[in-house]
């Protein structure tokens, strides 16, 4: 089945304490991204990853890192939460075509809690 | 950058029809994406419009106007199931990435 996996799906944590989303696809997507939904701000990205060892910032990559070290894993990671890091967050994914991406493959979002 | 408005919050009857609206200002553009996300869930595709014109696909159909900056959805035969965020997303030319606007949540009645 063609899907988009990340874990956890759900974590509290305390201010400063490393943490790491994964996020995995098996549909062979170069495009990878992540996004966090907050009430009336709707979806921000923050990183995103055209292939393989080539990622960029998105809209809100401030306490945030990706790394794209193989093409069907894309890891979030907060090295140092802070509870302005609440939020629910989604991986998605998506194939390379023309000028832009094909439609996204969402994950099931991530609903991070930082005390 | 881009600019990309939507209604924040709608109300239908069930069986009714509904149109959700989406204007954008962008440099440049490549396509405009539909997608339903109901609350808690990952949003899903819709449809996906490029060019002018009503794409439909069940009780779901998307219009695209490029001169004008605008597309809606409309949603047919509306169900209780169908209440949910509606977003609406921009491919605009210098970047391969979509935009999303900040969404539209539907609120369908009995």
């Known amino acids: 089945e063609a899907q988009v996996t990340q874990n956890p799906r759900y974590l509290i944590t305390v201010t400063g304490k490393k943490l790491t989303v994964t996020c995995s696809q098996n549909?062979?997507?170069?495009?990878m991204s992540w996004y966090r939904q907050d009430p009336g701000l709707g979806l921000r990205q923050i990183y995103y990853s055209m292939n393989v060892e080539a990622t960029d910032k998105g809209d809100v990559p401030e306490g945030y890192k990706v790394s794209r070290k193989e093409k069907r894993n894309f890891p979030l990671i907060l090295e140092s939460p802070s509870p302005n890091q609440t939020s629910l967050y989604f991986c998605?994914?998506?194939?390379?075509?023309?000028?832009?991406?094909?439609?996204?493959?969402f994950g099931e979002g991530s609903r991070l809690t930082v005390l | 950058g881009q600019n990309i408005d939507q209604p924040t919050e709608m109300t239908a009857t069930e069986g009714a029809i509904v149109q959700i609206n989406c204007t954008y200002q962008?440099?440049?553009?490549?396509?405009l994406f539909w997608y339903q996300q109901h609350a808690g869930e990952a949003p899903t595709f819709l449809s996906y419009?490029?060019?002018?014109g009503l794409e439909e696909k069940g009780r779901f159909s998307s219009f695209l106007s490029r001169s004008k900056g605008y597309s809606y959805l409309l949603l047919k035969e509306l169900q209780m199931k169908d209440s949910a965020s509606y977003l609406c997303a921009v491919l605009s030319g210098g970047s391969y990435i979509p935009t999303f606007g900040r969404g539209t949540s539907l609120i369908v009645h009995p």
């Open positions: 962008t440099s440049g553009f490549n396509g």
């Open positions: 549909m062979n997507h170069e495009y």
């Open positions: 998605a994914s998506s194939l390379l075509q023309g000028l832009g991406t094909g439609e996204l493959f």
């Open positions: 419009n490029v060019l002018d």
